[in-house]
């Protein structure tokens, strides 16, 4: 689609790049975000979001070059690696799964030259994702920790995938077509 896509990889070692950090899986931390970004784009991270506004005026005081921005404040996370941490955003479509397992919010996200395949694909990826929350949870005696799985295929995304909390990104070269 020629248009801008962000996705962040913080494996093995590379969360320094964003904040300061001990980048080393046996330290864990707790994270928050707020950020700003073009009006029609969609953003992900590791927890849903707190608070939406409408403006990133209202968060990015005494920045008048604000007008096509929105912004927002997820919630904090429960603690974590920060190789897990992840951040997507973009011009993405999201679609949100029906019938998620337990209520967990669950949602494939494309650029959109590959929606049409995602739509086609949808109701089994969301299948997959529902019965491997459930496999896991009676695998390992432990309920799922989070509060929703964002499925992120990534124009570019230099792996196959990462399993980061809550916001797992995909080549989108994964996508069948």
Same mark, same amino acid.
């Given at each position: /689609?020629?248009l801008q896509?962000?996705y962040?990889?913080? *494996?093995a070692y590379?969360?320094?790049?964003?904040?300061p950090c001990?980048?080393?899986? /046996?330290?864990?931390?707790?994270?928050q975000?707020?950020?700003s970004y073009?009006?029609?784009?969609?953003i992900?991270t590791?927890? &849903?979001?707190?608070?939406? !506004? &409408?403006?990133?005026a *209202?968060?990015? #005081?005494?920045d /008048?070059?604000?007008d096509?921005y929105?912004a927002?404040?997820? *919630?904090v996370?429960p603690?974590?690696?920060t190789?897990l941490?992840a951040?997507?955003a973009?011009p !993405?479509k999201r679609? %949100?799964?029906?019938t998620?397992y337990?209520?967990? &919010?669950?949602?494939l996200?494309s650029r959109?030259s590959l929606? #049409?395949?995602?739509? *086609?694909?949808? %109701?089994?990826?969301f299948e997959?994702?529902?019965?491997?929350?459930?496999? +896991? @949870?009676?695998? +390992?005696?432990? @309920? !799922?920790? +989070?509060?929703k799985?964002d499925?992120?295929?990534? &124009?570019?995304f230099?792996a196959g995938?990462?399993e980061?909390v809550?916001?797992?990104t995909?080549?989108?070269?994964?996508?069948?077509?």
């Open positions: /689609d020629k896509y962000l962040s990889q913080c *494996e590379n969360a320094s790049r964003i904040f001990f980048d080393q899986p /046996d330290l864990k931390a707790i994270y975000l707020t950020a073009p009006k029609n784009w969609l992900s590791n927890a &849903p979001v707190e608070v939406q !506004y &409408p403006n990133a *209202e968060v990015l #005081k005494g /008048d070059k604000v096509d929105a927002c404040k997820f *919630e996370t603690r974590f690696s190789y941490f951040v997507c973009g !993405y679609i %949100d799964c029906k998620p337990k209520n967990i &919010p669950t949602s996200w959109g929606f #049409k395949y995602l739509e *086609e694909q949808a %109701d089994e990826l997959i994702s529902n019965n491997a929350i459930e496999f +896991f @949870e009676g695998y +390992f005696g432990v @309920e !799922y920790p +989070f509060k799985t499925h992120i295929f990534c &124009p570019e230099n995938a990462m980061n809550c916001c797992i995909y080549n989108d070269t994964l996508l069948w077509r």
